[in-house]
């Protein structure tokens, strides 16, 4: 018992950090219907941008975050300003396959770049455990889900009590109207890319202090990112939100349960489902 | 007669070359221009993009090995087998996920590699990361598929390309391949015309795995050692993918002069540069996906295309005004009964209990403001929308909520609001792939358009003055003239029940006149039509009887001027 409470505990935090790096997949689906497959690519470039901060100028995770960010919604920006842009009228079919394309380019980019090793952290601010009762919750996991949350709750105040943010959801809902109401739908477009691949390289920054980077860490994020969106419903916050979560339970849960090394099929086999039963997803329409 | 004449050339290369690098890099070619060829089935002529053939690929080469090496199984039975086993799988993502909107597919494809992938990792009954060596067995070499040259397998790898390139030239020349482009132009318009797409799209998933397999067993036997890093890495994932792209999918040799094309440039920039060649290409095809899915979605043969003059597109002469002909008499036989049909969208009811008889050889109109409900009635009674009350009979079989092809097998076929045709498919083959579908099998498909079929096609464009058109895209034709053929891809179907939903909105006014007059001389042929039109004058003109909804529910009946002077209809359209 006291294990499977252990297990939801880590799934529950990791799952917040999932929730951050689904948010972005499913605000630009949300604003304006195309999937980003390589997403995860950008998540992987941050995690890089971390280490190398701390490897060179031993900068902590704590203190890399706001450089990396702002440099990271600029490249979500600029992805929407010189390739997505010039895909938007095309079908889906050239959608998918401009951002596949961008998956490899950023991927073996990072392999020419950083070589196939993998690296980690080891001296952060970061680090040790807590002990709650009997059961053990890591400092740099907790730091992490924390922070997600803190980005969602802000997220969430931008979209609703801002006029950018209402403008954002105005377009979400029918661009078209929106661009007759005076909204520069362009500008909106461009925001949803800055903010998403910004979240995916926040979870990025504190994933360094307990997870380690190779050119390929995207491979299994991304899956566990569309899981989630699948989980919780393309399209929406709240769905990345409870897909996030979701899915980190199930991992983490069934995992102990059954078998660590089959994490991955489990979200694997909830996707799969989901799309049988609910492809909406927990919290779509 | 080409493709003969290319396999037989390379055929005989061998004869003049022995150089094992060469023979090297041409193996790669032929299976890995294999899986790309399969690839391009089911990414390029049906559009349902797969980012994970290394899964079927790595099917294939695991379960001949593991047949080999654990039982002595010669890989001519393993091949199959693998086959087999690549084909169930691929059946299961496709039954999954294809009635969803695409990127479902992708994404599942894109799992599934991964997913497949950490299990082979760690099973194991295949030597999990170790890897499978295989036996040799250089005594019985064609049981066993085993020799100590590369001549052989270039032979046998050159045969299983031809057997590629062979199925998918029949594929493109028969009527399998018009099927999968249009239900890849346009799902929707197709199940409209009776084309069960799923049926169709399932089949040429299958095929392409199986392609994807064999590939991968011969693989196996060439190597003689796989792991799961070899045969299932996200790279042959993505060499297929990047092959098909490249040279241009849906296309018969796109795929195979992408393969030569990328295996050569990669095997010389690897020579060339040593290790450091292993991640720059991938950098370079990465890029290259991005600009051909900006400029070019069509690939290198779509350049070459490009550069041909392009047709002009025939004007139509408008005729004079004729008199209009005579239109048909209505039976007492009831072709399409709906009864208390209800459908609601959240909280507004957009149908509310519709009641509507339509008799064999009449003209019916329907009419009512926008948003009365009328397309909606259309959606509902083809498929395209499930009631939530009701029921729709077509000669006296109950036909409620089922797929939108099987509405049309019966004989019930619409067109749309919104003119839907096949926009990159010829006039002609658009009415082909319009042919009746009641009956028709997978091998059926398999086979090139009947001649009756053909000459039928040609018949009706002449009918509609298309006939000059016949060969240009239907994208390229006017909106009018995109009507029209819409109209004679419904005629094409030979569905006694015809539904149009406003077939003259946007239409050009002297355009009008001649479909007024198509509707009224098709009706006293016999076709039983029902139409949705806001045009009074063309309601007049067509209409046996007219039904009059608005806020979903029928407010009047009857024949047009009796409608006309209702009082109910009156306060709707002039609010008095």
Known sequence: ?285 | MSLLLLVAGLALVPLAVRDSFFLNAAIHVFLLGTAALGWNLIGGYAGQLSFGHAVFFGVGAYTSSVLLTRHGVWPWVGGPVGAALAVGLSLVIGAATFRLRRHFFALATLALAEITRITFLNWTYVEAAIGLYLPLHYRGRLAYLMWDGKVPYYLAGLALFAAALALTWWVDRTRMGLYLKATNQDADAAEALGLPTLRYKLWAMGASAALAALAGTLYAQYVLYIDPYTVMASRISLLVVVMALIGGRGTVFGPALGAAFIVLLSEYTRTALGHLGQGYDFILFGALIMLLAIYEPRGLLGLGRRARPHRAVPVVEGSAPAPLPASGTPQDRVALRVEGLSKRFGGVAALEAVDLVVRQGEVLGLIGPNGAGKSTLFDCITGFQRPDRGRVVVDGADLTARPPHALAHAGVVRTFQLVRVFPELTALENLLVAQPHRGESVWQALRPPAPAVRARAEALLRRVGLAASREVPAGELSYGQQKVLALAMALMTQAPVILLDEPTAGVHPALIQELVAQIRALNAEGRTFVVIEHHMEVVNALAHRVYFLAGGRVLAEGTPEAVRQDPQVLHAYYGH
């Open chain 1, 1 to 285: 018992m006291d294990l499977l409470v252990q297990a939801a505990l880590n799934g529950l935090l990791l799952g917040l950090v999932y929730a951050l790096v689904a948010l972005g997949l499913s605000l630009i689906w949300g604003v304006m219907e195309v999937v980003n497959l390589a997403h995860a690519e950008y998540l992987m470039l941050a995690m890089y941008a971390t280490y190398w901060l701390w490897a060179l100028g031993r900068v902590d995770p704590l203190v890399a975050a706001p450089v990396v960010l702002p440099l990271f919604f600029l490249l979500g920006w600029l992805t929407y300003r010189v390739l997505i842009r010039r895909v938007l009228a095309a079908p889906m079919v050239s959608q998918i396959f401009a951002t596949f394309g961008l998956l490899f380019f950023l991927r073996y980019s990072a392999f020419a770049a950083f070589g196939p090793n993998v690296r980690g952290i080891w001296q952060s601010h970061l680090a040790g455990s807590l002990t709650v009762g009997p059961w053990y919750v890591g400092v740099p996991q907790l730091a992490a889900a924390l922070v997600a949350l803190g980005a969602f709750a802000l997220l969430w105040l931008f979209l609703n009590r801002t006029k950018t943010g209402k403008a954002l959801q105005a377009t979400a809902q029918d661009r078209v109207v929106a661009q007759t109401l005076g909204i520069d739908v362009e500008q909106m477009f461009a925001l949803a890319w800055g903010i998403g691949i910004a979240a995916a390289a926040l979870a990025g920054v504190f994933l360094m202090p307990f997870y380690q980077v190779s050119p390929t860490v995207g491979d299994a994020f991304l899956l566990i990112a569309f899981a989630s969106v699948v989980l919780g419903g393309f399209g929406t916050v709240a769905g990345a939100l409870v897909g996030g979560i979701g899915i980190g339970l199930v991992e983490n849960v069934l995992g102990a349960l059954i078998a660590p090394t089959f994490k991955l099929l489990f979200a694997f086999a909830v996707f799969v489902l989901m799309l049988l039963v609910r492809p909406q997803g927990l919290v779509g329409e």
